[in-house]
């Protein structure tokens, strides 16, 4: 083992330097990964200090500048190879310097092996002083940097100003405003730290209902970051302005617009343009470079929550493990990043279809019932007219089917479960809230035209 090279890709370090010395943003990209230990070779290492030097004094840096603050930092090197870094360039930086700091932590792993092998052959340290510092050291790796310790009074104070809030009959909502009046008074709105699925067959509107949030939250001032694995940023903006609109996504996308069509946009535009979604169409390959890019997203835009579609897509990096143990970890690590950062999160999820009753159950969440435990609040969709049913179950039966959609919170953390009917703009794939459930001879009564805008 003394002999042994620790774990490292001088390779992959060339790349990563060479594309910081090559794109200006790359640094930006990557700055919440990377640390001078990612890099083993003593050159690299040098030769990122010197980046992040030159970055922080608010100058580019390229190889003038880099190449001036090593010489200052009376770092010795070969100019001829640092030039030469410049041709080792990649568009996909952040996922290069994801695997930097993975083989860091390896590095460190070993260092704490050998810490453990030299005190099981002596006495000189008390076992439990031992223990506990490898322990420490283990956690350390995976740990944020941000942690807050609260006593008891603490929560209690906490607690009660919850409780002062509440007695308020001018109380303002704790969580993020979802636009669904039942949601908000029985959630509270969405809550930083919690995980919240939803969850529906095929083609119900999971990514339809979760963008609807999105974008109420986001006129409520809230910022959020979008990751989909099968829609690219502007299908989704598409979709965003066809719900302000009323012009459907697929005619903003792939038709001649007419001059009417044109002026809704155009109105829609005025509406939205500044309100603050982000989409990272870099970071939806596996779960790792989403974490990754949430983090970035919390620390440059302060970002209130993510959306993720879907989990049963996701590349979770895993091996030897079947799909239930796969979706169970992705869910218990989205969920740590929510607690983590205090953020909400919307995770999507299919459920396995049921011919004989399509109506949405907890128990057809598709791969894993893990995911109904990590989950804090689970989200359902059903639209009857979708399958040509006539009525929605029991408690909604005399419920119009048409344009309409059951949102059933059918696990909730602290909160417990309800039911209602909202509507749905199929063309727009909207949904929007209600100030009555419509009876099926009954026309819909919208709560006010800002929800439905056409």
Same mark, same amino acid.
């Not at 010795?76 to 080792?88: A, C, W």
């Not at 694995?229 to 996308?253: C, D, F, H, N």
């Not at 919170?409 to 100030?435: E, H």
């Given at each position: 083992?003394?002999?042994?090279?620790?774990?490292?890709?001088?390779?992959?370090?060339?790349?990563?330097?060479?594309?910081?010395?090559?794109?200006?943003?790359?640094?930006?990209?990557?700055?919440?990964?990377?640390?001078?230990?990612?890099?083993?070779?003593?050159?690299?290492?040098?030769?990122?200090?010197?980046?992040?030097?030159?970055?922080?004094?608010?100058?580019?840096?390229?190889?003038?500048?880099?190449?001036?603050?090593?010489?200052?930092?009376?770092?010795?090197?070969?100019?001829?190879?640092?030039?030469?870094?410049?041709?080792?360039?990649?568009?996909?930086?952040?996922?290069?310097?994801?695997?930097?700091?993975?083989?860091?932590?390896?590095?460190?792993?070993?260092?704490?092996?050998?810490?453990? $092998?030299?005190?099981?052959?002596?006495?000189? @340290?008390? !076992? &439990?002083?031992?223990?506990?510092?490898?322990? =420490?050291?283990? #956690? %350390?790796?995976?740990?944020?940097?941000?942690?807050?310790?609260?006593?008891?009074?603490?929560?209690?104070?906490?607690?009660?100003?919850?409780?002062?809030?509440?007695?308020?009959?001018?109380?303002?909502?704790?969580?993020?405003?979802?636009?669904?009046?039942?949601?908000?008074?029985?959630?509270?709105?969405?809550?930083?730290?919690?995980?919240?699925?939803?969850?529906?067959?095929?083609?119900?509107?999971?990514?339809?209902?979760?963008?609807?949030?999105?974008?109420?939250?986001?006129?409520?001032?809230?910022?959020?970051?979008?990751?989909?694995?099968?829609?690219?940023?502007?299908?989704?903006?598409?979709?965003?302005?066809?719900?302000?609109?009323?012009?459907?996504?697929?005619?903003?996308?792939?038709?001649?617009?007419?001059?009417?069509? $044109?002026?809704?946009?155009?109105?829609?535009? @005025?509406? !939205? &343009?500044?309100?603050?979604?982000?989409?990272? =169409?870099?970071? #939806? %390959?596996?779960?790792?470079?989403?974490?990754?890019?949430?983090?970035?997203?919390?620390?440059?835009?302060?970002?209130?929550?993510?959306?993720?579609?879907?989990?049963?897509?996701?590349?979770?990096?895993?091996?030897?493990?079947?799909?239930?143990?796969?979706?169970?970890?992705?869910?218990?690590?989205?969920?740590?990043?929510?607690?983590?950062?205090?953020?909400?999160?919307?995770?999507?999820?299919?459920?396995?279809?049921?011919?004989?009753?399509?109506?949405?159950?907890?128990?057809?969440?598709?791969?894993?019932?893990?995911?109904?435990?990590?989950?804090?609040?689970?989200?359902?969709?059903?639209?009857?007219?979708?399958?040509?049913?006539?009525?929605?179950?029991?408690?909604?039966?005399?419920?119009?089917?048409?344009?309409?959609?059951?949102?059933?919170?059918?696990?909730?953390?602290?909160?417990?479960?309800?039911?209602?009917?909202?509507?749905?703009?199929?063309?727009? #794939?909207?949904?929007?809230?209600?100030?009555?459930?419509?009876?099926?001879?009954?026309?819909?009564?919208?709560?006010?035209?800002?929800?439905?805008?056409?």
């Amino acid at each position: 083992m003394e002999d042994r090279i620790p774990i490292n890709d001088k390779e992959c370090e060339d790349i990563v330097i060479g594309s910081l010395l090559s794109d200006r943003n790359a640094l930006s990209d990557v700055r919440d990964i990377l640390t001078e230990d990612c890099f083993f070779d003593s050159f690299n290492r040098a030769a990122y200090r010197a980046i992040v030097t030159v970055a922080d004094r608010g100058k580019t840096a390229d190889i003038i500048s880099v190449k001036a603050e090593l010489e200052a930092s009376h770092v010795q090197f070969d100019i001829v190879k640092l030039v030469s870094l410049t041709d080792k360039y990649t568009l996909d930086t952040r996922q290069y310097a994801m695997r930097l700091k993975e083989l860091s932590s390896r590095r460190r792993l070993t260092t704490i092996a050998q810490y453990l $092998l030299i005190n099981s052959y002596s006495e000189e @340290n008390a !076992i &439990e002083e031992v223990t506990q510092k490898a322990s =420490d050291d283990i #956690t %350390s790796l995976f740990s944020s940097d941000v942690s807050e310790i609260m006593r008891l009074h603490d929560g209690i104070e906490k607690v009660n100003m919850i409780i002062n809030a509440n007695l308020s009959h001018d109380k303002e909502l704790v969580g993020t405003p979802t636009g669904f009046g039942e949601l908000d008074r029985k959630m509270g709105g969405l809550q930083g730290s919690d995980l919240n699925i939803i969850a529906a067959e095929s083609s119900q509107g999971k990514t339809s209902l979760a963008l609807s949030i999105v974008l109420n939250a986001a006129k409520a001032g809230k910022r959020t970051a979008i990751y989909s694995m099968e829609m690219k940023a502007e299908q989704l903006t598409a979709r965003i302005m066809a719900m302000e609109s009323g012009v459907s996504s697929s005619s903003i996308l792939y038709s001649q617009l007419d001059g009417g069509q $044109l002026k809704k946009i155009d109105e829609s535009i @005025n509406k !939205i &343009e500044n309100l603050d979604i982000f989409f990272d =169409d870099r970071s #939806t %390959s596996n779960i790792d470079a989403i974490l990754s890019s949430i983090r970035y997203m919390k620390r440059k835009y302060n970002i209130d929550g993510a959306v993720v579609d879907y989990l049963q897509i996701l590349n979770v990096n895993m091996k030897n493990v079947n799909k239930e143990q796969a979706m169970g970890d992705v869910t218990r690590r989205l969920k740590n990043i929510a607690k983590e950062l205090d953020i909400w999160v919307i995770a999507l999820s299919q459920l396995s279809r049921c011919r004989e009753d399509p109506a949405p159950t907890l128990a057809r969440l598709r791969d894993s019932g893990q995911i109904v435990e990590a989950a804090d609040n689970v989200i359902l969709i059903y639209r009857p007219e979708f399958y040509g049913k006539l009525s929605y179950p029991s408690d909604f039966s005399n419920a119009s089917v048409n344009g309409t959609a059951m949102i059933h919170l059918a696990k909730g953390r602290n909160v417990g479960t309800t039911k209602f009917i909202c509507g749905f703009n199929a063309p727009t #794939t909207l949904f929007y809230d209600m100030q009555n459930t419509p009876t099926k001879p009954e026309q819909l009564n919208i709560t006010s035209v800002e929800n439905v805008p056409f």
